[in-house]
C-alpha cells in the first residue's frame, strides 16, 4: 500500500510569514493526526481528525496555527504569522482509527520547517 | 501532569549484544504501549504494541515488557546489528483518549561492529 505522502520536505520562510504543508493519508484511513517534532524531542500532537470532524486540538496555538481535512481525505496545517520557535519537524501520521482503537501510527516522512 | 521518560543519552553497545531501552511513566495509566523506530530524516516506523494485560510480546529479534506496576516498558533487541541503530520512541495511549498517542523523546541507539 501507498504510504502517508507530505508535502513540501522542505521549506525556509522568515518569521511572520505564512505557510502551509499538506498530507495525504493512507487510504480508507478514518484517524488522522499532525504532529509537531522540535529536534532532540519526541512527536507532540497538534491535532486529530476522525474523519473529517476534530477529535483533539488541545495543543493546538489555535492563534496562529490552523487545520482542516476536507472530505475526510487530505489535510492541510497552515501557519500565520510563523514564528522563530516555529522551526520543527511537521509530521503527518494516519491509522485506521473506527472499530480498532489501537492500531498503529503511520507516519509520512515529514515537512522541515525553517524560520529566519 | 503526564510524563513519558526515556533514556536522553545515547545507548552505544556492541554488534551481537542484547540492547535494552528503557521507557518509565508517570500519572498515567496506558491502555497500551507502542514502540516505534525513527531514523534520521524519516519518521517514525511502527515496531510492536503491548496491552495493559499483557506482560511480554515479541517479534523476531524484538521483545517488549510491560510492567503496570512499575509503570515501566523494557525494550529488547537481541543480537544487535548496526542497522538496528536508530531512535527508538514510547508512545503510550491516553485510556478512552481516541487512539491518541503521546510520545516519548526516544532513546538513540548506536550499534558498533
Known amino acids: 500500500e501507498a504510504g502517508v505522502a507530505q508535502s513540501p520536505r522542505y521549506k525556509i520562510i522568515e518569521k511572520r510569514q505564512s505557510v502551509a504543508f499538506w498530507c495525504n493519508p493512507i487510504?480508507?484511513?478514518?484517524?488522522l493526526y499532525w504532529y509537531q517534532q522540535i529536534l532532540g524531542q519526541g512527536p507532540k500532537l497538534l491535532i486529530q481528525?476522525?474523519?473529517?470532524?476534530?477529535?483533539?486540538d488541545s495543543q493546538l496555538p489555535k492563534d496562529r496555527f490552523s487545520a482542516e481535512r476536507l472530505k475526510g481525505v487530505d489535510s492541510t496545517l497552515k501557519i500565520q504569522p510563523a514564528k522563530l520557535e516555529d522551526s520543527a519537524v511537521y509530521l503527518c501520521?494516519?491509522?485506521?482509527?473506527?472499530?480498532?482503537?489501537?492500531?498503529?501510527?503511520?507516519f509520512g516522512n515529514g515537512t522541515r520547517l525553517t524560520v529566519t | 501532569s503526564q510524563k513519558i521518560e526515556q533514556n536522553s543519552e545515547a545507548l552505544n553497545i556492541q554488534e551481537g549484544k542484547t540492547a535494552t531501552l528503557t521507557c518509565n511513566y508517570t500519572?498515567?495509566?496506558?491502555?497500551?504501549l507502542q514502540w516505534y523506530r525513527q531514523d534520521p530524516g524519516r519518521g517514525p516506523v511502527f515496531l510492536l504494541l503491548?496491552?495493559?494485560?499483557?506482560k511480554e510480546k515479541r517479534k523476531e529479534r524484538l521483545k517488549v515488557t510491560f510492567d503496570t506496576t512499575l509503570k515501566q516498558s523494557l525494550f529488547h533487541i537481541t543480537a544487535s546489528q548496526p542497522a538496528d541503530s536508530a531512535t527508538y520512541l514510547c508512545?503510550?495511549?491516553?485510556?478512552?483518549?481516541?487512539?491518541?498517542?503521546?510520545f516519548g523523546a526516544g532513546t538513540r541507539l548506536a550499534v558498533h561492529p
Open positions: 501520521a494516519s491509522s485506521s482509527g473506527t472499530g480498532y482503537p489501537d492500531s498503529p501510527l503511520h
Open positions: 487510504s480508507g484511513h478514518a484517524t
Open positions: 481528525f476522525q474523519n473529517n470532524g476534530v477529535v483533539d
Open positions: 500519572n498515567y495509566s496506558p491502555a497500551y
Open positions: 503491548i496491552r495493559e494485560n499483557e
Open positions: 508512545a503510550l495511549e491516553r485510556r478512552g483518549g481516541y487512539n491518541k498517542l503521546i
